[in-house]
């Protein structure tokens, strides 16, 4: 049976709800946190998401930091877990270049926010 666990990081309180009860209505479980130490603390409780969703422009600790922990860090990486960084306010080539993620720009495409996560909770 697939996991269906996917951690969403992002600040904004009406675009993080609004994603995590359309992820729930297709039978995700979605633990949500409104920045990286959140989302690094969700880690830590939690355990491992078959996804990460991420912002990068956030409060408290952001997106970029957020990676540059997961990129140190042996049984959170990003090897470990996926990760898409959904944002509007950076050059999606350099991010997936330094790494290693998947991108979509906001405003978010659904179908395709859907897909990857089909494609990264299905398998494994």
């Known amino acids: 049976m697939p996991c269906r666990h996917i951690l969403l990081i992002e600040d904004e309180t009406d675009l993080r709800e609004t994603l995590k009860e ?49 990129k140190k860090d042996p049984q959170h990486g990003q090897a470990a877990i996926p990760v898409v960084v959904v944002s509007a306010a950076a050059d999606m080539v350099e991010i997936q270049a330094q790494y290693g993620c998947r991108s979509l720009s906001k405003p978010v495409d659904i179908d395709r926010l859907l897909g990857m996560a089909h494609e990264h909770c299905e398998s494994c």
């Open 22 to 70: 359309l992820l729930e209505l297709i039978g995700f479980e979605v633990e949500t946190a409104a920045n990286g130490r959140e989302g690094l603390a969700n880690l830590e409780t939690k355990g491992r998401p078959c996804l990460i969703m991420l912002d990068l422009m956030m409060p408290v600790m952001n997106g970029w930091q957020f990676l540059e922990t997961l």
